[in-house]
Nanobody
Framework: QVQLMESGGGLVQPGGSLRLSCTASGSIFSIDATRWYRQAPEKQRELVAGITSGGSTNYADSVKGRFTISRDDAKNTVYLQMNSLKPEDTAVYYC????????????WGQGTQVTVSS
């Protein structure tokens, strides 16, 4: 059985930084593409950043230059480094990973809250 878990959220002041982690555990051969999404209250879930198995990345325009997505395949973990945080970054952040075991299946984590406020 595969599990996906996010961590690293919390309360931070505007201009501060947080690093989110998304770790897969269980029967895993490899992790293919992984994406971070976020959902603010009364808003639709939106794509924040993505990374392929080869390390290619993409970002939403609203976070370019501030957020960095990376992966450590030895730890089955994908990170989202968030710098220069703004109040509008406040949301629940979710990761979605395409995990290869017997086949490729997409899994979602449970989400981690990020609150940017003074």
């Amino acid at each position: 059985q595969v599990q996906l878990m996010e961590s690293g959220g919390g309360l931070v002041q505007p201009g501060g930084s947080l690093r989110l982690s998304c770790t897969a555990s269980g029967s895993i051969f490899s992790i293919d593409a992984t994406r971070w999404y976020r959902q603010a209250p009364e808003k639709q879930r939106e794509l924040v950043a993505g990374i392929t198995s080869g390390g290619s990345t993409n970002y939403a325009d609203s976070v370019k230059g501030r957020f960095t997505i990376s992966r450590d395949d030895a730890k089955n973990t994908v990170y989202l480094q968030m710098n220069s945080l703004k109040p509008e970054d406040t949301a629940v952040y979710y990761c979605r990973a395409e995990i290869r075991s017997r086949s490729v299946v997409a899994y979602w984590g449970q989400g981690t809250q990020v609150t940017v406020s003074s």
